[in-house]
């Protein structure tokens, strides 16, 4: 499933070094050993500083990362008899069975390919003065934007929800800000408090909201930046602030939802509805979500089936519904994957937006930007639904469960909303993730979680 000599390759770094630079493939990068490139080597000129911002990308896209797993293996945590896992993969069988060994290579992958993405990002930021003048601020907000997004995952997965206890003394994760240039005791970083992770990726992801322009291609916008802080504060139980962060993207005009549920999934090039996408063709970038989730015909593996729980939850008349197919093996998938290699991987579409400041509203007691009402009205009347003529929090988060589903967010939402697991509460030991064993033993600075 994963290229084990690479793996092999990261695991002789400690948990916060890694191979440096490897966004392009010259002779500048043979002029050094790879644990000490230096800065005017490798980022002397602002065409070099915005290769390795591409190779920031490239690697947050991987499929270990927000390409797949941070989407997926949030999937399989959250199941409640919805899926099933029906593999030969014992990483993800575990995490599906929420019985984690401390040597899980999924768990193992996603540590070491995150840092690895934080470490080209920090790249870039140490190297911002090589930038052209007139470049320079959307560089900076590009680099932090995939810092932040990166060490949020990091911190949902790896410590305890922000909820739970004490935030500023929870273990969190490492906290890496600057490059990584050599392997020696330096690298050995603790984990931070989850409240000090928090506090870091809201700095720089609202430094990216007021760096970023409104327009940047497929690459991350202010807009984008503005999502994911919406997704930040619903995680902080800020509510105020998440439907603030949502109406910014909403009251934009920049997005409009497809005019069909499934056009906005399966597509080679971003949506009327993406905020942001991960770029995926077929020479470049990774759609894990479709090798998993997908039949064989239809390019994947055809691990994950869907099952009759998931389908009762909709009502009559849904369109949602007529995503779902069976295979050729006779099993159920979601027609959300199904388009090959080829289909980009949406990571944050305006539909959430509209259901973030809903159910923001609501438990906020506000109306920024619109009613609750009107807004999960919206989503309805877009899969032939009739209106509601009045809307609690359990409807907005039924609705949320629905549009969302598939799309790696109902852990998060189980999780703020205290609720449940199976027979496992929101906060139990065996629903957040192992650090690594590998890298306990390279770093004597870290800790394991509790239960492992």
């Not at 490239?58 to 945590?77: R, T």
């Not at 998440?242 to 005019?259: Q, R």
């Not at 997908?294 to 369109?319: C, F, M, S, W």
Request: aromatic share 10%.
């Amino acid at each position: 499933m994963k290229n084990k000599m690479k793996t092999f390759i990261k695991n002789l770094a400690l948990s916060t070094a890694f191979l440096v630079l490897i966004f392009a493939c010259d002779g500048r990068l043979d002029v050094e050993p790879q644990q000490s490139i230096s800065d005017d080597t490798a980022l002397g000129t602002s065409d070099d500083v915005q290769a390795a911002l591409v190779g920031a990308y490239d690697e947050l896209g991987n499929a270990d990362i927000w390409g797949g797993d941070f989407l997926m293996h949030a999937d399989l945590y959250a199941d409640n008899g919805e899926l099933f896992w029906n593999g030969s993969f014992i990483g993800p069988r575990q995490i599906f069975n929420k019985v984690i060994l401390t040597d899980n290579g999924e768990v193992a992958e996603i540590w070491l390919e995150a840092y690895e993405t934080i470490n080209r990002a920090n790249n870039v930021l140490s190297a911002l003065d090589a930038v052209d003048a007139d470049e320079r601020n959307r560089v900076e907000g590009e680099a932090k934007f995939v810092r932040a997004v990166t060490h949020f995952y990091l911190v949902l997965f790896f410590g305890k929800d922000y909820g739970d206890g004490d935030p500023n003394s929870n273990s969190g994760v490492p906290l890496v800000l600057e490059p990584t240039r050599a392997i020696d005791a330096s690298s050995q970083v603790s984990r931070a408090s989850v409240g000090a992770v928090y506090a870091q990726v809201l700095a720089d992801l609202q430094d990216a909201e007021s760096l970023l322009p409104t327009s940047n291609g497929f690459f991350a916008t202010t807009y984008s930046a503005s999502a994911m802080l919406s997704r930040v504060y619903m995680q902080q139980r800020n509510y105020a602030a998440a439907a603030n962060a949502a109406n910014t993207v909403i009251a934009s005009g920049a997005f409009t939802l497809t005019p069909t549920f499934i056009a906005a999934f399966n597509n080679a090039t971003n949506t009327s509805e993406d905020v942001f996408a991960i770029q995926v063709t077929s020479s470049d970038g990774s759609n894990g979500l479709n090798t998993f989730y997908a039949p064989a015909e239809n390019g994947g593996r055809g691990d994950i089936d869907i099952t009759d729980t998931h389908l009762l939850l909709y009502e009559v008349g849904d369109d949602r519904l007529n995503q779902f197919y069976f295979d050729q093996a006779g099993s159920r998938r979601t027609g959300k994957y199904v388009n090959g290699i080829d289909a980009n991987v949406t990571n944050i579409r305006l539909a959430e937006m509209y259901l973030t400041r809903c159910e923001a509203n609501i438990r906020a007691g506000s109306t920024v930007g619109d009613t609750p009402l009107n807004d999960i009205n919206v989503i309805r009347a877009r899969v032939g639904l009739p209106a509601l003529v009045a809307v609690t929090e359990a409807d907005a988060l039924a609705e949320r469960k629905l549009e969302l589903a598939f799309e790696g967010a109902s852990l998060w939402d189980v999780k703020r909303t205290e609720g449940n697991v199976g027979s496992l509460p929101w906060n139990a030991n065996e629903l957040v993730f192992p650090i690594p064993q590998r890298e306990i033993d390279a770093n004597p600075s870290l800790t394991q979680n509790p239960g492992y």
